[in-house]
């Protein structure tokens, strides 16, 4: 482990461990409680978590995504990793495949001698072998710096701050000073929780850095591994045409945010090579959107387009030129836009918490149901900027272009293409999927009214429709990645709609129908 990742660890822990300490004392100088039992029942949690997890996810990876641990891997990776693992002097790790066409890697355990690294086929079916290569080197980084073990110890820390918070806002006391002392300590204790919370993301995406640094340190390419970045994670990719070299058919860290796993790839070819205007293209959004930001703060791993940029500051070590370079001239700020949105976004829910709070002190029923009148109409301008209805054919690799697009204002569009796995690679209870169209792949929220159907669905139609043509209308949004929501699909020449949105309609008129019968009565 290079000494800067330990400095950074070491420094992150210290200050959690230290900002715990400092609670405690603070604790029993002002009230002399003992809340020992629940700080030791939240370190046991976590000790018991860490102790089974990777048990349990082994019977989760067999059973709900039919991984397979026992299936032959291509040589040339299971030799990279044997001369790897014999290099940092470590166990070769369980090797887990999953049958889906949907990208993504993984890894779990404990240490690095039980570590186990999780791989779909649409890792070797995107991917050259070099890539893959780097994509498991970046598993296996994760594997020796320890970063399980370290983000475990972690992980304690706003676990704890939440205890004390309940613990202490549970207090019964008739003195005075305990419950001054009460407020002070759980209104600590809970922001402590929150930017403890925020250190660890910070701590992750660190991590995720110095896990990419060691897969070009190992493979000593970092184009390598840019190139794999984008083509699963933005995905770029150099063939229009699956080129297969799989394996034989005889919050786990992960090479993407498990949140945000919903990947999308485009075919655009020059020189053999992904093309870079096109890795430009898809860039846009997450440099120029204030959103990519908020969404990056919020997240374990960064954009993948800041990442490249590390990557491509790595290049001059390694003799080569970096691997991108986004020189592209924004047209505006942007930031307008994001301030009407996030408006839209919050002004209802202010408009609801005013209203009940004008209702209620006034005692006048008048005044309540024009606030919820308001609230009403603001709620379904949201609703409409999310959906909205000007269906226009497009491509995959149009939308990534669009950089006023975010999870409140949507694009409307149709597009067709084949169905090539499910949104969650593997999952059988999955209901969401990934087309692919002849620019691209894209993520699609499959989302009925009712839970149950979507579960039906997952269980027992999608995988009939694998490697089908489907013709998809729906919302494209950004939150940060790519996803399209469906409104109506077709497949087979059958039409298939989605009710949800004329069941979120049928709930506004509902509603102003009994505003307004509330109103004359």
Not at 81 to 104: A, F, L
Not at 240 to 252: E, G, I, M, R
Not at 428 to 450: A, S, W
């Amino acid at each position: 482990m290079k000494k800067s990742l330990i400095g950074v660890s070491l420094l992150t822990i210290t200050c959690l461990y230290g900002l715990l300490s400092a609670v405690i004392i603070l604790i029993a100088y002002l009230t002399g409680q003992d809340i020992g039992i629940a700080i030791y029942i939240s370190i046991g949690i976590i000790i018991i978590q860490f102790l089974i997890a990777p048990w349990l996810t082994d019977l989760t990876m067999k059973w709900f995504y039919k991984a397979k641990f026992d299936e032959k891997i291509p040589d040339y990776l299971k030799e990279f990793i044997e001369t790897t693992c014999q290099k940092y002097n470590m166990k070769y790790p369980r090797i887990g495949i999953i049958h889906d066409g949907s990208p993504n890697a993984f890894t779990y355990g404990r240490f690095k001698n039980d570590a186990r690294i999780v791989l779909t086929d649409g890792i070797f079916n995107l991917l050259t072998k070099d890539e893959v290569k780097a994509v498991v080197a970046h598993e296996l980084g994760h594997v020796i710096h320890y970063d399980m073990l370290i983000m475990t110890a972690v992980q304690i820390i706003p676990l704890v701050f939440y205890a004390i918070y309940e613990a202490t806002s549970g207090m019964d006391s008739d003195d005075s000073d305990n419950a001054k002392a009460k407020v002070i300590i759980s209104a600590v204790a809970y922001i402590l929780y929150i930017v403890s919370q925020y250190l660890i993301l910070w701590l992750s995406r660190t991590r995720e850095y110095k896990a990419d640094e060691f897969s070009v340190d190992e493979t000593k390419k970092p184009s390598t591994l840019a190139e794999a970045l984008v083509k699963i994670g933005f995905g770029l990719s150099t063939t229009p045409k699956t080129t297969k070299h799989n394996v034989s058919k005889n919050n786990a860290l992960g090479i993407f945010d498990v949140k945000t796993s919903k990947s999308m790839t485009v075919c655009s070819i020059e020189n053999g090579k992904v093309s870079k205007d096109k890795i430009k293209n898809a860039m846009k959004w997450e440099l120029w959107n204030p959103w990519a930001k908020w969404y990056e703060i919020n997240s374990t791993h960064p954009l993948i387009s800041k990442r490249l940029e590390a990557i491509s500051a790595l290049a001059p070590k390694y003799n080569e030129e970096a691997y991108i370079k986004f020189d592209l001239v924004k047209p505006e700020s942007y930031v307008d836009d994001f301030i009407l949105e996030l408006i839209i976004l919050i002004i209802p829910t202010v408009a609801l918490i005013t209203s009940l709070v004008l209702g209620i002190i006034k005692d006048n029923k008048y005044i309540l149901i024009v606030g919820l009148f308001i609230t009403l109409v603001l709620s379904f301008i949201k609703f409409k900027r999310r959906h909205k209805t000007n269906y226009e054919k497009t491509t995959v690799s149009d939308l990534l272009g669009e950089v006023k697009v975010s999870d409140v204002t949507c694009i409307p569009c149709e597009l067709k293409g084949t169905i090539i796995g499910r949104g969650n690679p593997g999952c059988i209870f999955n209901e969401d999927f990934v087309i692919k169209d002849e620019t691209g792949i894209i993520f699609v929220d499959y989302n009925q009214p009712l839970y149950i159907v979507n579960k039906i669905f997952a269980l027992f139609k999608l995988q009939q429709n694998f490697d089908k043509e489907v013709t998809i209308k729906g919302w494209y949004r950004r939150s940060p990645v790519p996803y399209v929501e469906v409104y109506e699909m077709i497949v087979d020449g059958k039409p298939k709609k989605i009710w949800t949105y004329s069941l979120q309609i049928a709930i506004y008129v509902i509603a102003l129908i009994a505003l307004l019968f509330f109103a004359i009565n």
